[in-house]
Nanobody, 122 residues
Framework: QVQLVESGGGSVQAGGSLRLSCAAS????????VGWFRQAPGQEREEVATLYTKWGGTYYADSVKGRFTISLDNAKNTVYLQMNSLKPEDSAMYYC???????????????WGQGTQVTVSS
């Protein structure tokens, strides 16, 4: 069983930075990808970034390319999302998700955390 627990959300002014953390148990043994999604009120949940743990490949949504970085610390079983140059439109609930493989980057991924709120003020 994979358990994901996010932390690191908060409020920041536009242009600022935050680093989200996702503490994961069973991550590398049971999954082949881990990613971050976000959902703003009234909007659909969207993929932000995905890391493919077996080969190290990454995916970023166009809206965050060059500003966000996803990384994995295997020793700590923790996935990070470094978010720089934040914009008000980045405000959302951010979720960590993981999957054994077939649903990587999809909103029907197998495992989800409870979410952490990010609010960016202008």
């Amino acid at each position: 069983q994979v358990q994901l627990v996010e932390s690191g959300g908060g409020s920041v002014q536009a242009g600022g930075s935050l680093r989200l953390s996702c503490a994961a148990s069973g991550l590398t043994d049971l999954t082949s990808c881990v990613g971050w999604f976000r959902q703003a009120p009234g909007q659909e949940r969207e993929e932000v970034a995905t890391l493919y743990t077996k080969w190290g490949g990454t995916y970023y949504a166009d809206s965050v390319k060059g500003r966000f970085t996803i990384s994995l610390d295997n020793a700590k079983n923790t996935v990070y999302l470094q978010m720089n140059s934040l914009k008000p439109e980045d405000s959302a609930m951010y979720y960590c998700a993981a999957d054994p493989g077939r649903r990587c980057g999809r909103i029907d991924s197998a495992y989800w955390g409870q979410g952490t709120q990010v609010t960016v003020s202008s």
